[in-house]
């Protein structure tokens, strides 16, 4: 996995009122829920920028007053209104332990249906997968070569070597579906077939 470096500062303050003071400052509160003991920190939101707004998946190198820890996001809250960071929880990450994590889907290979002129719909663009640390990947790859129209790959078709797909195996990742040109010019066809219809009793008259 792609790898992410932040420097933050340990809380001593908790609560409420310091939660809004260090928001106050520019600062977003986390949480590390680690192997002994959960640990409070803090880190100015332009940190998380290139964690938080992007596809990728990333192992966050913390740097922590000089303490290094090895982290995973788990869980992140915006303001409602602002849409600004106001809380994230990371999970320390233990090599011999799975984690659970959120991975970047990347479509690989030309859909038969889509070169016939269907196309091709993304359900799902990130998949949830567990695994040890060492084995995550950074992105899952989904080959659509084969794909025809009004076909679609599901979590049950797919399966990556030392990691474990989650997600319901009914779950819809994408599929290919008829497009609005091909639609157009098969019902093009119809009206031109019932209008050549009445043309039968105006002869027998």
């Known amino acids: 996995m792609k790898t992410i470096e932040i420097r933050g500062t340990v809380r001593t303050g908790l609560g409420k009122k310091n939660s809004k003071q260090t928001r ?22 332009n940190s998380f920028k290139n964690l938080v707004y992007t596809p990728n998946a990333y192992i966050v190198n913390l740097d922590l007053d000089g303490s290094k820890h090895e982290l995973i996001m788990q869980d992140i809250q915006f303001h409602p209104v602002t849409d600004r960071i106001i809380h994230i929880d990371f999970l320390e990450i233990d090599e011999k332990k799975p984690i659970v994590i959120s991975l970047p889907i990347k479509v690989v290979g030309d859909s038969i249906g889509v070169k016939a002129g269907g196309k091709l719909r993304i359900k799902k663009r990130s998949l949830k997968v567990r695994g040890l640390a060492s084995n995550i990947p950074d992105f899952l790859p989904i080959d659509i070569t084969n794909l025809k129209i009004h076909q679609s790959i599901k979590i049950g078709d797919l ?41 039968e009793p105006a002869a027998a008259e």
């Open 24 to 45: 106050k400052e520019g600062n977003v509160p986390c949480v590390i829920y680690g192997r002994d003991q959960n640990i409070h920190f803090h880190a100015h939101e």
């Open 159 to 199: 399966s990556y070597e030392k990691i474990e797909l989650t997600e319901p195996k009914i779950t819809t990742v994408l599929t290919v579906a008829t497009s609005r040109v091909i639609q157009k010019s098969e019902g093009e066809g119809e009206p031109a077939a019932a209008a050549a219809e009445p043309s």
